[in-house]
């Protein structure tokens, strides 16, 4: 899955590559949930004791969109995500 990621990086946002992800019809549903948490699990350890405020609530913002971006693939999922992020 990771090569997937890595062939679909060049040039795009985190935004733009989880919407690409949930719309790619041609793998299943628990593979695209699957690709878009890797994504999310992806920003947050990119950050690290160095990063901003500011980079630190972008994440968490595009983290609610991945799950938005899930809820669409997987409604059960994507709710029980959004339910239990640190609002």
């Known amino acids: 899955m990771y090569n997937y990621l890595i062939n679909t990086m060049e040039d795009t946002t985190i935004r733009q590559l989880a919407e690409k992800i949930a719309k790619d019809f041609a793998i299943s549903v628990k593979q695209r949930t699957d690709l878009l948490l890797e994504l999310d699990a992806?920003?947050?350890?990119?950050?690290?004791?160095?990063?901003?405020?500011?980079?630190?609530?972008?994440?968490?913002?595009?983290?609610?969109?991945?799950?938005?971006?899930?809820?669409?693939?997987?409604?059960?999922?994507?709710?029980?995500?959004?339910?239990?992020?640190?609002?």
């Not at 971006?69 to 959004?82: A, C, Q, S, Y």
């Open 42 to 87: 992806n920003q947050y350890t990119n950050l690290g004791i160095d990063s901003t405020k500011t980079e630190k609530t972008k994440v968490k913002a595009d983290s609610k969109y991945i799950y938005k971006n899930i809820k669409g693939i997987d409604e059960v999922t994507g709710k029980m995500l959004l339910n239990h992020m640190d609002v």
